[in-house]
């Protein structure tokens, strides 16, 4: 029953340095996403993704890549990290159209860049 | 301008009491509306979708206003376990960008 799984769940990084965050989801969903989360601001998708092969921008890209090689997996690439992107990161899927209009999230990512 | 706009709070009000959140959006196209509850430190997860004629699941009461672009939760009966921030949602018709608010924390106090 494992849903939507992002690792890792703490990150301590220093300025400058790259890192890939995780994120599988196991319920066959096509559309993938991760957001972040800072305070007073509430969620902002960063990228999304709605299918394998298929990537795009949300409100907040710069500084993030991903890809999407298969269905179950969207990592978040920080190319090199920035003391903004100290963030809680959330990736999320959800299944098709209307009639998905669940979003199911992991767990969040805690990452303190210094 | 924000897309969705929510009074942070916090609203503190005692245990069996009744409380309403509103929030508003700014684009008349967005299609789809939703109340997410977050925990402390923990993943939103969706609360009720808000349909166009009011919808109620048990203690909680959607209600949108299409003319006036705001969207509100009524929580009747607080219970302890309702303690939480609730996150007001909004999509566009393709579902492919979700929208949320920053959150109104509800404290509910014995």
């Known amino acids: 029953n494992a849903g939507v799984t992002q690792t890792p769940k703490f990150q301590v990084l220093k300025t400058g340095q790259s890192m890939t965050l995780q994120c599988a989801q196991d319920?066959?969903?096509?559309?993938m996403s991760w957001y972040r989360q800072d305070p007073g601001m509430g969620l902002r998708l960063i990228h999304y993704?709605?299918?394998?092969?298929?990537?795009d921008q949300g409100e907040v890209p710069n500084g993030y890549n991903v890809s999407r090689s298969t269905t179950e997996d969207f990592p978040l690439r920080l190319l090199s990290a920035a003391p903004s992107q100290t963030s809680v990161y959330f990736c999320?899927?959800?299944?098709?159209?209307?009639?998905?209009?669940?979003?199911?999230f992991g767990e969040g990512s805690w990452l303190t860049v210094v | 301008r924000k897309e969705v706009e929510q009074d942070p709070g916090p609203f503190n009000v005692p245990e069996g009491a009744t409380v309403a959140f509103n929030c508003t959006y700014s684009n008349s196209a967005s299609q789809s509306f939703f109340w997410y509850r977050q925990d402390c430190r923990k993943e939103p997860k969706l609360l009720m979708s808000?349909?166009?004629s009011g919808n109620e699941d048990g203690r909680f009461t959607a209600q949108l206003n299409r003319a006036s672009q705001y969207i509100s939760l009524l929580i009747r009966d607080s219970k302890l376990s309702d303690s939480a921030t609730y996150l007001c949602v909004v999509t566009l018709y393709n579902f492919n960008k979700f929208y949320f608010g920053s959150g109104t924390k509800l404290n509910v106090k014995p």
């Open positions: 993704s709605v299918g394998a092969g298929i990537t």
């Open positions: 319920m066959n969903h096509e559309y």
């Open positions: 808000v349909y166009s």
């Open positions: 999320a899927s959800k299944g098709r159209g209307s009639s998905g209009n669940t979003i199911y």
